[in-house]
């Protein structure tokens, strides 16, 4: 590819201490150039520049967000792209928590990157490294138009009995506190691609995606519109995930402020870093537990039953909840990867006119597919995720029309 940018979108994920980043022609979903940005802010942080066949690294400190971004941009450079002289189409963040405020994407002005670090509280781990990733690439890219995609939008509209918790209503409304629902970029876009793969009107499907990734999210979604998912006011409710347990009984936590002093931090790392997979096996790579339990680990084999119990109770709320199912979709690396995980999920319930095909669910596919055998009452699907491309075109999408 040309050093020509004008019409790519560079798509940047920024965590607290990592960028993620890719460079992303919204027309065709090709990838130009593709990297990451790690330990940032320690003596050892590292970059991996990805564009075509060629692979640049960068081995360092790296001090901020603002120097990632400028080391990127030589990595770029390196690889044949002027990305701050050829000018960008536009720039799309990936931001975790849009809280009431935002449920589309946004052309981002100083009135938003404010509105996104006071939604800080609802999201102390993401949105601050959202802003400075922002913030960074503003200073950089001063004329290229920058865009916010923001997790929580497509469950913005979620019906009012799924997205309320009965909690003090006043207390409820003083702090923010509702369903919010997350990985949402996710979800419209896997549950937009099945209605494609199955050559339908979306507005006809009634489908449950599982989004299963070291974040796992399930949801269930009505003619193109998501009427529940399993994730809540912050991305720690739901499935059991790599590192954190989803569902829990609040009263676990009364129970170890009480008998283990247990303080906010301890809360924090228990539910965050502490529980899921890691916590029952002491693993969090799915790979890993996979081969934990083939060595016959019983705390592996327990973990695993978890994470499935854990899916299959979703999965039977959102078969009630919509009613009529015409599709189950597994999307993100494990859902993607993992014919174990689908075959047990799904296992037993032919009554419902689900049924999962063992060779095709089993063969090794890339695309977009069907895993139920023909004639099959409910579709089951396996379909790739794509945020960056679903950004990339939000993002395009704004700054163009
Ligand atoms: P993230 O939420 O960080 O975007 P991913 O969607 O990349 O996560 O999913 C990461 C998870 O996918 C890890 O637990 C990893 O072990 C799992 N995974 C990746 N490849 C496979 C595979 N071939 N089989 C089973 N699990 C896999």
Redo the contacts with the bound molecule.
Sequence with gaps: MSGQAKDLVLVLNSGSSSIKYQLVDPSSGAVAAAGLVERIGEADGAIEHKAGDQVVEHHGPIADHKAGLQLVFEKFAETGFDLAGAGLCAVGHRVVHGGEVFYRPTLITDEVVAAIAALSELAPLHNPANVTGIESTRELLPDVPQVAVFDTAFFHGLPDAAKTYAIDAEVAAKYGIRRYGFHGTSHEYVSGRVAEVLGRDPAEVNQIVFHL???ASASAVRGGRPIDTTMGLTPLEGLVM?TRGGDIDPGILLHLMRSAQLDVDGVDKLLNRDSGIKGLSGV?????L?RLIDSGARAARLAYDVYIHRLRRYLGAYLVGLGRVDAITFT???GE??PQVRADALAGLEHFGIRVDPGRNTAENRAARRISPDGAEVAVLVVPTNEELAIARAAHGLVVS
């Design positions: 990734g070291n974040g790599g969090n790579d799915f790979r890993e996979q993100a690396g494990v990867n993992s």
